[in-house]
């Protein structure tokens, strides 16, 4: 199994530009959310999905766009890049229930520069 | 709201002294608590969990108490290794909040031989 797996790893991208980032997860979890990780603090939840075809909304969710179409796979967009943007984005994923101690499992992240 | 404040770093310690990273936190009811290791260059990884008031976690040599009288999960490692050296989060997720969790803004340690 290849866990979490996220693409691209790194992506520079000028202001105003847009980019879809893609997270999948082979361990047939329910749940996945993405999370942006930034210098003093911590991680921070943008988006997330407790299943096929549903999604909500984090602490920090504007300017970014989800879509999980299928259960396997997570898509993160940014319609129009701003240099506040720039982060480090790590996808994770549990299983269902709702049982909230379930271990939630981390992707290797993608580093986005925006210019 | 939910909340989970950790000691600032940088740590530095020599190998085999002893660790311990503070955390506390604020939340209502009942929260499980965890700690996440991120090596450098790597994504997160969960080192111990523990979720009742008095549990211990403990992994690697890690451990951590839920203490809920003091709103407290400190991490312990009686004697640390350079390979331990990583950035560590604090976090938290309460029942019925779709196993969001909530991270203090992590302790990078640095073990120096």
């Known amino acids: 199994n290849a866990g979490v797996t996220q693409t691209p790893k790194f992506r520079v991208l000028k202001t105003g530009q847009s980019m879809t980032l893609l997270c999948a997860q082979d361990m047939n979890h329910e749940y996945m959310y993405w999370y942006r990780q930034d210098p003093g603090m911590g991680l921070r939840l943008i988006h997330y999905?407790?299943?096929?075809?549903?999604?909500a909304k984090g602490e920090v969710p504007d300017g970014y766009n989800v879509s999980r179409l299928k259960k396997q796979n997570f898509l993160l967009g940014l319609e129009s890049a701003a240099p506040s943007q720039t982060s480090v984005y790590f996808c994770a994923s549990r299983p269902g229930g709702m049982v909230s101690t379930d271990t939630q499992y981390f992707g290797p992240g993608t580093r986005l520069t925006v210019l | 709201g939910n909340s989970v404040t950790q000691m600032e770093g940088p740590v530095t310690l020599s190998e085999e002294a002893f660790l311990t990273i503070n955390c506390t936190y604020t939340?209502?009811?009942?929260?499980?608590l965890f700690w996440y290791v991120q090596y450098p260059g790597e994504g997160l990884q969960l080192l111990l969990k523990a979720t009742k008031a008095d549990d211990k976690g403990s992994n690697k040599g890690f451990e951590a108490t839920y203490r809920k009288e003091t709103t407290s999960f400190h991490l312990e490692k009686g004697s640390v290794q350079v390979s331990d050296s990583a950035v560590y989060f604090c976090?938290?997720?309460?029942?019925?909040?779709?196993?969001?969790?909530?991270f203090g803004q992590g302790t990078e340690l640095s073990v120096k031989p």
């Open positions: 999905s407790v299943g096929e075809g549903t999604t």
């Open positions: 976090a938290l997720t309460s029942y019925n909040q779709g196993g969001k969790l909530i």
């Open positions: 939340a209502t009811g009942y929260p499980s």
